[in-house]
């Protein structure tokens, strides 16, 4: 009994990291169809922003979450208006900018934080660990797994509840047409960025004390988080919810009686062959249909 | 076309003639360049400054310099200037292999120090072997190698294993989790521990390996909770090995009970970790930073005032310190005009040295080094305490996993 809780437990913080990266990804790929390659360095400025905070003014990472959500995300918000603006619609240029954003960004925080792998320490309150049904896992991560359930109720609920998600939906669905009712798209794209730039610095920020913080980190992530956005279906924000916990308890499933490596493997052949039967991911839209 | 053809004609002839001229010049001058000139000595640098891993080759290139920059205020080498030339290999074993050859042709350097990963060390090696160069590899390694053109001064396995291995039986039991990255390191480490164990009637009870930069080990710590393991004998490197230390510690798992024992977590690494993860852990190396010596001190504290107060030293930066030291002794022996790479070699074989970690010597059969290893003990503060260490120094055996072979001066023999 308590191995299949340790074990689900096990998957479900796989899955909510894997959530926590992807959720900001799916929103601006799902709303303004920008591919955005420098997601995973705005997941690493999360780090980063969290490790300033602590190292430099000593505040505790609970206390930093919301200052690094509004700074990554202003700093989306910027990038928006400098670059992806002019690139909507043209796909393969949005790539290759986000890519270069990506790259210049690892290098300033090369340059300016130094090479160096970092950490954050843990809050003290969560740095213990609990037992649930027999089963022991830390405290942190199930807090983890509580933030990225939260931010999804968030997401969702302004998606479908209120008058801006509304609006967002319309856009989706033909940004013409709703901007000839009176919407103003380029702002709801803008906003649409930032918001997602700053759920992902959210996930840096939240991840930091699990792992090694470095400029590099980006990399390992945004691969993780296409691949749930992928499976899950493009514009699907359940679809986003189920994939990661899919991959999640899979994966995990996978390294618990094998070992990481062909989890891996495994994992991304899955994958592959489901996007061949099934390419437009496993929850399409159908308004699309 | 018929005038393209005669400037072609031109430009061709001109180019012979050139080349003509240009030939026995070229020669001449060559013949007659040594490799101690004009009152210097020039040797290459080659540590990644850029890449995955210039967060350590960094250090070991600060150290790499301190040395030189020590031997020339001190008058140099028979009062000739040692001259670095450094270049930037950004992490990748091309470029090694690019600079290397630069180095070694282009500038003439009578030496090269440098490179970290074993990945590295190979794409360098056939420059070296090629054209009778020599490279000082600071690193501890897994061995199996015999190159008559390589000085090893970092650990092979038997000089980590052979005192550590015994110690955590005694001390926590038989039940052995071996986890590792997947590369050759981890794999030719856990060949020789294996053997170890075997001896010791020890039982491992799981070899796992994860992908290099692989940073979630939430199913793995799950294993050691389920399998209970007395040791866990961790070769994972780079940034996974910060990952698995911070997740071992927020899964609320006891190193007083199922300690990591490591031979690669240093002072480096447990900086970018924490000190609290990695307190109570185990590592066994040569040097430890807070070893007590007169020379370690000495070593600290330059290195301190000349690359910064909150700088660590560790094993690696402490032989790429030493050798730069063998190096100099080596040369000393020589008369300038007979200075070769090959000679430097015959010099430096049985050169004793009181290096940070105590007196080590070169082993003339194999080119590694006699060492002294240590077993440390992790602290909350980052640094680690020493509990013991070899009565002597080890004697390096690179083949140590594979009784029936063995580096010899000649090469390697099978016995």
């Known amino acids: ?289 | 076309m018929n005038k393209n053809r005669r400037e072609f004609l031109k430009v061709g002839a001109a180019a012979g003639a050139a080349s003509l001229v240009g030939f026995p010049h070229i020669w001449s001058k060559n013949s007659s360049l040594a490799f101690a000139q004009g009152g210097e000595i020039k040797v290459g640098v080659l540590f990644s400054l850029t890449g995955t891993t210039a967060i350590i080759e960094e250090s070991l290139n600060k150290a790499t310099l301190m040395a030189i920059e020590e031997i020339n205020a001190n008058g140099g080498i028979n009062g000739l200037k040692i001259t670095p030339v450094v270049e930037d290999p950004a992490s990748d074993p091309a470029t090694f292999a690019e600079k290397a050859r630069k180095l070694v042709l282009s500038d003439r350097c009578v030496s090269v120090f440098g490179s970290y990963t074993s990945a590295s060390r190979k794409a360098v090696l056939p420059v070296f072997e090629k054209q009778e160069n020599l490279f000082w590899y600071p690193t501890l390694y897994e061995g199996r190698e015999c190159s008559k053109n390589v000085i090893y001064t970092g650990a092979v396995p038997n000089q980590q294993q052979d005192d550590f291995i015994p110690w955590l039986v005694e001390k926590f039991g038989k039940r052995w989790y071996l986890i590792g990255s997947n590369y050759i390191y981890p794999k030719e480490e856990n060949n020789y521990c294996k053997k170890l164990l075997e001896g010791l009637g020890a039982e491992v009870i799981a070899e796992e390996y994860v992908p290099l930069g692989h940073s979630e080990f939430s199913s793995v710590i799950n294993k050691f909770r389920s399998e209970k393991p007395n040791v866990i004998f961790s070769t994972v490197v780079g940034d996974s090995v910060v990952a698995l230390h911070r997740q071992y510690r927020a899964a609320g798992l006891d190193p007083a009970t199922m300690p990591m024992a490591s031979l690669t977590t240093s002072e480096n690494e447990v900086a970018a970790m924490g000190g609290d993860a990695a307190a109570g852990h185990f590592t066994s190396a040569p040097y430890f930073m807070v070893f007590d010596s007169p020379e370690n001190q000495r070593f600290v504290e330059a290195y301190r005032s000349r690359w910064g107060g909150d700088k660590v030293t560790h094993f690696v930066s402490e032989s790429s310190y030493f050798q730069i030291h063998l190096f100099k002794q080596a040369v000393a022996k020589l008369a300038a005009s007979d200075i070769s790479p090959l000679a430097i070699r015959e010099a430096v074989k049985s050169e004793e040295y009181k290096a940070p970690q105590g007196l080590v010597k070169v082993e003339p059969e194999n080119l590694h080094c006699w060492l002294r290893p240590k077993i440390g003990q992790c602290k909350a503060d980052g640094q680690f305490e020493i509990l013991t260490q070899s009565a002597d120094w080890l004697e390096p055996n690179p083949y140590s996993a594979y009784p029936n072979q063995k580096c010899t001066a000649e090469g390697l023999k099978e016995v």
Request: aromatic fraction near 10%.
């Open chain 1, 1 to 289: 009994m308590d191995f299949v809780v340790s074990q689900i437990l096990t998957g479900l913080s796989l899955s909510s990291i894997l959530l926590l990266v992807a959720l900001g990804l799916a929103i601006i790929y799902g709303v303004t169809g920008v591919i955005n390659l420098a997601h995973g360095e705005f997941v690493m400025l999360g780090a980063y922003c969290a490790w300033l905070l602590q190292s430099q003014f000593g505040w505790s990472l609970l206390a930093s979450l919301a200052v690094i959500f509004l700074l990554v995300a202003a700093l989306g918000w910027l990038i928006e208006i400098a670059v992806i603006r002019h690139l909507y619609d043209r796909p393969l240029d949005t790539i290759l900018a986000t890519w270069g954003l990506g790259v210049m960004t690892q290098q300033i925080v090369r340059l300016t934080a130094g090479g160096e792998l970092r950490y954050v320490q843990m809050p003290p309150a969560l740095s213990g660990s609990v037992d649930i049904l027999g089963a022991t896992d830390s405290a942190y991560r199930l807090f983890v797994l509580a933030v990225a359930l939260g931010l999804f109720m968030l997401t969702w609920g302004i998606y479908r509840y209120t008058s801006f998600g509304l609006k967002l939906r319309a856009i989706t669905q033909n940004r013409a047409i709703a901007s000839s009712f009176g919407i103003n798209s380029a702002r709801a794209y803008r906003l649409t960025f930032a918001y997602g730039a700053g759920i992902a610095g959210l996930a840096g920020a939240l991840i930091s004390p699990l792992k090694s913080v470095s400029p590099e980190m980006g990399t390992t992530y945004v691969v993780d988080a296409f691949m749930v956005v992928v499976l899950g279906g493009v514009q699907s924000l359940v679809g986003t919810l189920a994939s990661s916990a899919v991959l999640g308890e899979t994966s995990g499933l996978i390294a618990y009686y094998s070992n990481d490596t062909i989890a891996k493997a495994l994992v991304l052949v899955a994958i592959v062959i489901i996007i061949r039967f099934r390419p437009q991911g496993l929850f399409a839209p159908r308004v699309r249909a």
